[in-house]
């Protein structure tokens, strides 16, 4: 199973949900779509832009569990 750490990430940085759409220029919906662990993919890009913007690692928002 995959688990999407990226409240954790927020709250580390102290950073909001829209503050991050507006810096990765990515909608709240597919941010919170992703949040919520819902999402089906994730494009490279867009993880890029979100480590840049709260300078970590691909490994602190993705994270790999057995079921």
Same mark, same amino acid.
């Given at each position: $199973? %995959?688990? @999407?750490? &990226?409240?954790? $990430?927020?709250?580390? #940085?102290? $950073? !909001? &949900?829209?503050?991050?759409?507006? #810096?990765? +220029? @990515?909608? @709240?919906?597919? &941010?919170?779509?992703?949040? !919520? =662990?819902?999402? #089906?993919?994730? #494009?490279?890009? !867009?993880? +890029?832009?979100?480590?840049?913007?709260? +300078?970590?690692?691909? =490994?602190? @928002? %993705?994270?790999? !569990?057995?079921?």
């Amino acid at each position: $199973m %995959i688990i @999407i750490n &990226l409240d954790v $990430m927020l709250a580390k #940085r102290k $950073m !909001t &949900l829209s503050e991050l759409s507006e #810096r990765v +220029d @990515i909608s @709240i919906v597919n &941010l919170s779509v992703l949040k !919520t =662990g819902k999402a #089906r993919a994730i #494009r490279f890009s !867009t993880l +890029d832009a979100i480590c840049k913007v709260l +300078d970590c690692q691909p =490994g602190d @928002i %993705i994270e790999y !569990t057995k079921d």
